[in-house]
Each structure stands twice: as C-alpha cells, then as structure tokens.
C-alpha cells in the first residue's frame, strides 16, 4: 500500500488562515459565515478534520484538529454552526444544498454556474435524468415554488417518507431544489423552493465543462495553497479523471504549477498568499 502524500507544515499553515481554522479567525456570525464562503468558493457544512477540504464546523471551532463529538447536541460548537447553517438559509446569499455524494455544500454564488454545468440537470434531460418520485415533487414546486416538507409530501403522492427523502435529496443533487428556511414550531421541517429561484443568474448562465472544472478547481487551489493526488476529487465530488482535467488546465494557464504527478502547487506569480510563495522557497 502506498503512503498517504503528506501536506507541508507551510501549506498547513496557509490553509489555517485560508480555512478559519484558528482561533482569531474562529467563525461566530452568520455575516462572518457568509464572508467565508465567499472566500474559499465552497466549503462542507459539518464535516470535521477527518474529511479534506473546508469546512464551517472547523471553521466554527477554529482550530485544525477539530473533531465533531459523539453527542452533537450538547456540544456549543455543533449547535452554533447548526444556527449559522439555518440563518444563512434565511437571508439566501449562498447557495446550499446536498450536493454530490450526499455531502451538504455551501456554494458562493459566482461559483454556481459552473457546479451547475458538471452536475445540474436541464429541463430537457430531467425526463431521462430523474426519477418519477422526483418529476412528482417537482411539478408541484413549480406550481407552487416554496413548500413544507409534510405538505410536499401530500401534494406530490409521495407520501412514503424515504422515497420522498430520496427524492428530495436527487433534486438537490441534481441542483433543482435548495432548501429555503428550516422551521422548528410546531415541529421540525424545511421548505423547500426552486433553486432558479434564488439564484437565477448563476443557474441559468451555460458554460462549457472544460471551463467549469478549471475554475472549480482554481477555487480549491486558491484556498489550498497546494493539492496532493485525489484530493480535489475527495472534496468535491468530481472525478479523478475530470478533477486532474480541471488541475491541468490550471497549469497550461500558469496559475498552477505540477511538482509530480497529482501535486499542484500555486504559480509563483499568483498573487493570492506571498507568505506560502515565500515558504515553499519560490
């Protein structure tokens, strides 16, 4: 078996200041939260220090060996990022939903265009593309554009709960449907809306694959420093093929370089760190 690639103690450190994960930069306010997301394009909702890649429950702890407890519901840091998560739903200035392998995602808007060109399904495919459950949840939010779970489940004749759950999590995946608000009286339950809805301008601009895993890989390295082989298809969910298309792209451009086969590092002339140029001796 070979050895898992180590990341430098330097791009460690980049990735400390890049990633909130020390305590000054801890994340305690929804603005604060949104500011993030903004900066590093993408990051995981509730995954901790096991999982690569971003992430707000770490950046919520700020510290870098952050690690969710057994029993999250006492936990203060697990509760705060569960209010950030559902007050950042509220306002609507970043995009969330589960995303590819499941995985609850918070997305910056000037991303959107290209998450949706890998993995948003057009109205003409969703036919095809989607099942029954699904076109039957959605063409009641079409009607009606936002709706409670419960009466969601009525209206579309999905009433088993898991196929209405599966169905609900193949539109979020399929970057149609996005959770609106979640509401906690008299009992817990999302609405549900149109992701078009919020975020028109991001989903209904066409762009070119090639294009959008170049940039959805630029937005990793920018607040990585450097990636290590499989990485960037960890954390997003691409595969490695497309992740290495997207990286590669990034090098013919000159705003990465590749050290070794899967490693690529930020080009000497981008101006996004000059502490981590500087440490990885540039």
Not at 35 to 64: H, K
Not at 258 to 281: I, Q, T
Request: with cysteine.
């Amino acid at each position: 078996m070979r050895p898992k690639p180590s990341i430098p103690s330097e791009v460690e450190e980049y990735r400390d200041e890049r990633w909130c994960r020390e305590g000054a930069r801890a994340i305690t306010t929804v603005v604060a939260a949104e500011r993030f997301i903004e900066q590093v394009g993408f990051t995981a909702c509730m995954t901790d220090s096991r999982r690569p890649g971003p992430s707000l429950y770490v950046a919520v702890c700020g510290r870098r060996d952050a690690v969710l407890p057994r029993q999250v519901q006492k936990d203060p840091e697990t509760s705060l990022t569960w209010t950030l998560k559902d007050q950042l739903l509220r306002r609507g200035k970043v995009y969330y939903a589960k995303l590819a392998r499941g995985k609850t995602t918070f997305i910056a808007p000037r991303l959107l265009p290209y998450f949706n060109a890998i993995w948003g399904v057009r109205p003409s495919d969703e036919r095809r593309r989607l099942s029954s459950h699904a076109r039957a949840v959605l063409k009641v939010l079409r009607h009606e554009w936002e709706m409670a779970s419960i009466d969601l489940r009525k209206e579309s004749g999905v009433s088993d709960r898991v196929a209405f759950t599966r169905a609900i999590d193949e539109l979020q995946a399929a970057m149609i449907v996005i959770p609106s608000e979640a509401v906690y009286l008299p009992k817990f339950t999302y609405l549900w809306t149109l992701a078009v809805s919020r975020f028109p301008d991001g989903l209904m601009r066409r762009v070119d694959r090639d294009l959008a895993l170049r940039e959805i890989a630029r937005a990793f390295l920018t607040s990585a420093g450097q990636t290590i082989p499989g990485e960037l298809a960890r954390v997003t969910g691409l595969s490695r093929p497309d992740a290495g298309r997207g990286n590669r792209a990034l090098v013919a451009e000159g705003y990465a370089t590749m050290s070794s086969p899967g490693f690529y590092e930020l080009a000497s002339g981008v101006g996004v760190n000059s502490l981590l140029v500087a440490s990885l001796g540039r």
